[in-house]
């Protein structure tokens, strides 16, 4: 597996078990659009960045390990919190909490 770790928020499932991704965009970045999604059991909505595995180079790839590591050490209040990430056998996925707004809307405003 591409994602390691001793913590119960690194999931080896595809999400489609768990979540309901909608078509809807929140955003966009470095790694494509980050979509809507919606828990089946609890419905909290929430924010999904999606990799192709087979897509990322081996730089790229290190890269998302350490971005998955750091995002779930943090915890403040001003910091999207990385909920989960769940890994497929060719995608994965970041499951993010739904903030309010991004930045640059906000200070565009």
Known sequence: ?????????IVHSELS???DVTTQVLGTGYSGAVRL???RITKQQVAVKQFTKKR???????????????YLSLDHPHICRLLHAYEGRSEVWLIMELCGSELYTRLCQ
């Open 17 to 19: 078990r768990d979540f």
């Open 56 to 70: 990322l180079k081996a730089q790229r790839l290190k890269m998302l390990q350490s971005e998955v590591e750091v």
């Open 37 to 39: 999604a919606q828990h």
């Open 1 to 9: 597996p591409l994602l390691r770790g001793p913590t119960r928020r």
